[in-house]
């Protein structure tokens, strides 16, 4: 396979061109456990949701999902997922490089292992979180922690692309942090996340 540089678009695109789910098909057990806090209807922006795995799972609460993505390949799996499991999926392509983001259009967030982007996107895109939030809305996310170097066992390969819990109080100040937590916990998603994982939870609430 041709390397592509890490943020092509043909990076992605080759990375979901299997038939294969990259990270199975069924969801984060992190926005599982916490997606009881989302009341049906709500409208719940899954970010950089891949093939679709977590926005599918929102779906199937009853809640109203855009799902976005870089990757058009991994969007067509998405939906093809909806479709499996007899839910409604938006979706959009998006390069969270360039999107305008909404202003308070959602009622959550929900951003699960988005450590593609370095420090500068980061920053940006966590600021995009904030915009795009409702007053009182919610956002659920989960990644890895430093000690996830050591461990291997998926995400990035270097520590500014990690979190810590000072990074992301940081990062949402003013918000009400209902969970935040860093912890070690076996994980089996797909091919591409097994084994030990040292994992950062935050659950926190825009300010009215």
């Given amino acids: 396979m041709t390397d592509h540089p890490p943020g092509s678009l043909e990076r992605w695109e080759a990375r979901f061109a299997g038939p294969d789910y990259l990270f199975g098909t069924e969801p984060n057990a992190f926005l599982r456990r916490e997606a009881a806090r989302l009341r049906p209807g709500d409208r719940v922006l899954a970010l950089a949701d ?109 520590l500014d692309h990690l979190y810590t819990e000072a990074l992301l109080r940081e990062a949402f100040e003013g918000f009400e942090f209902l969970l935040l937590s860093e912890n070690d916990r076996m994980i089996e998603e797909g091919a591409g996340h097994v084994g030990l994982s040292c994992l950062v939870d935050l659950v926190a609430r825009k300010p009215l």
């Fill in 50 to 158: 891949g093939e679709g795995r977590n926005g599918v799972f929102l779906a199937q609460q009853g809640l109203d999902v855009l799902s976005v993505d870089f990757s058009p390949t991994a969007l067509a799996k998405a939906q093809s997922l909806a479709r499996t499991r007899g839910v409604s999926l938006r979706t959009e392509q998006v390069d969270l490089e360039q999107w305008d983001w909404p202003v308070a259009a959602f009622d959550a967030v929900a951003a699960v292992f988005i450590q593609f982007a370095p420090p500068d996107l980061r920053a940006r895109i966590f600021a995009g979180i904030r915009t795009v939030l409702k007053p009182g809305g919610l956002l659920l996310l989960e990644g890895y922690g430093p000690r996830q170097l050591e461990y291997k066992t998926g995400g990035p390969s270097t």
